[in-house]
Nanobody
Framework: QVQLVESGGGLVQPGGSLRLSCAASGSIFNINTMGWYRQAPGKQRELVATADVFGNTNYADSVKGRFTISRDNAKTTAYLQMNSLKPEDTAVYYC?????????WGQGTQVTVSS
């Protein structure tokens, strides 16, 4: 059983920064990908960024240059550093762990960008 615990969401003004964390526990296979997705009200869940254990990363075009995904040395925690936040970044952010196609989701953390 794998569990994901997210933290770091909150309210921030436009142009501000937030850092999200996602800690994975349980039976985590060495080869996996962790990622962040988000869902705004009335919209579908969308990819934000992913990072595998080999250091490969992938970003949505809308966040390139502003967001950075990283993982700790043990590869059990993923971070999302979000800079230059915009109101359109407002959403519930979900952590995702993909172990050879077996997907686990976190409970989500709210990020609100507003003045």
């Amino acid at each position: 059983q794998v569990q994901l615990v997210e933290s770091g969401g909150g309210l921030v003004q436009p142009g501000g920064s937030l850092r999200l964390s996602c800690a994975a526990s349980g039976s985590i296979f060495n080869i996996n990908t962790m990622g962040w997705y988000r869902q705004a009200p009335g919209k579908q869940r969308e990819l934000v960024a992913t990072a595998d254990v080999f250091g490969n990363t992938n970003y949505a075009d809308s966040v390139k240059g502003r967001f950075t995904i990283s993982r700790d040395n043990a590869k059990t925690t993923a971070y999302l550093q979000m800079n230059s936040l915009k109101p359109e970044d407002t959403a519930v952010y979900y952590c995702n762990l993909d172990i050879l196609g077996r997907i686990t989701w976190g409970q989500g953390t709210q990020v609100t960008v507003s003045s």
